[in-house]
């Protein structure tokens, strides 16, 4: 059963969460984005492991960032699966690139399908660091 509610909030939540990231207030969106994801919002998920992968107003952390992308994989996120396939490419590990960009691809992600070419293309030899969604 949804949680109409509950859905709603989260993306209040990660609406404010969009707008103070964007105005630099890292810190309070950073809670924001916690409480939305908390909620349930795959984008909230999403967004908060790309701030712990990056360590845009946070330390950077792997792990925490890998645990929100799977979360949202979980529920069904190409977007997810397509961003922790470039985290894996990124840090040079192409099998788990190559995995999860094969995830995104098959949930429709259409940029997985050209990342997936180049790495096909180059395994490894000078491939350069890649922007996530």
Known sequence: MRDEKGEEL???????????????ERS????????AADLGSLEAQVNLGNIYDDGDGVTADFEKARKLYL????????????????SYRNRGNWRWARYWLGVAKSRGDE?????????????GAG???????
Do not use: M, T
């Open 127 to 133: 491939v350069p660091s890649i922007k996530r969604k």
């Open 10 to 24: 989260g993306w209040k939540l990660l609406e404010e969460a969009c707008e103070l990231f964007e105005a630099g």
């Open 28 to 35: 309070r969106s950073i809670e924001l984005f916690h409480q």
């Open 111 to 123: 940029c997985a399908d050209e990342e997936l070419h180049a790495l096909n293309e180059s395994p």
């Open 71 to 86: 979360r949202a994989i979980g529920r069904g996120s190409p977007e997810g699966a397509y961003n922790l396939g470039i």
